[in-house]
């Protein structure tokens, strides 16, 4: 079980919303998500870590946006916040941009292997397998 004492030590990412590129937010949801699949604490704590270590301009925009739509740090779940994040933070054209780099990914002068890897970053934006992998695996 996941104690608030617990809480400093265990570091979870922090976010000030002021990112030189979009795959920072990105790489902060992601640090996230694999904290809470690192720790086992109750649900409903997953959101109440995340608000706690916002700093700057997304924790006053976290704020504004309970104050808008009327829910508190306790009501709100952690994927609920993910889609609010993700609104804000990492709108559609920054998915629609990365799918379309991976379409017009080219070898050009580049070695293979700096290929496979930018092919293998790329590839979780490609919408079509996303869905096909949800079907194959589930």
């Given at each position: 079980?996941?104690?608030?004492?617990?809480?400093?030590?265990?570091?979870?990412?922090?976010?000030d919303?002021?990112?030189?590129?979009?795959?920072?937010?990105?790489?902060?949801?992601?640090?996230?998500?694999?904290?809470?699949?690192?720790?086992?604490?109750?649900?409903?704590?997953?959101?109440?870590?995340?608000?706690?270590?916002?700093?700057?301009?997304?924790?006053?925009?976290?704020?504004?946006?309970?104050?808008?739509?009327?829910i508190?740090?306790k009501?709100?779940i952690?994927?609920?916040?993910?889609?609010?994040?993700?609104?804000?933070?990492?709108?559609?054209?920054?998915?629609?941009?990365?799918?379309?780099?991976?379409?017009?990914?080219?070898?050009?002068?580049?070695?293979?292997?700096?290929?496979?890897?930018?092919?293998?970053?790329?590839?979780?934006?490609?919408?079509?397998?996303?869905?096909?992998?949800?079907?194959?695996?589930?």
């Amino acid at each position: 079980m996941y104690l608030p004492y617990d809480f400093k030590k265990a570091r979870p990412p922090t976010f000030d919303g002021d990112v030189k590129k979009l795959e920072d937010e990105e790489a902060w949801l992601l640090g996230m998500k694999k904290f809470f699949e690192l720790h086992d604490h109750i649900h409903n704590m997953n959101s109440k870590i995340v608000i706690f270590n916002l700093k700057g301009k997304v924790d006053i925009w976290c704020e504004d946006v309970k104050c808008v739509t009327g829910i508190t740090t306790k009501e709100l779940i952690w994927h609920e916040f993910k889609r609010l994040f993700r609104k804000k933070y990492l709108p559609k054209r920054y998915y629609d941009g990365k799918s379309k780099e991976s379409y017009e990914l080219k070898m050009g002068s580049i070695t293979n292997e700096k290929y496979m890897i930018m092919f293998i970053e790329l590839l979780r934006y490609v919408s079509y397998l996303k869905d096909e992998n949800k079907m194959t695996i589930g």
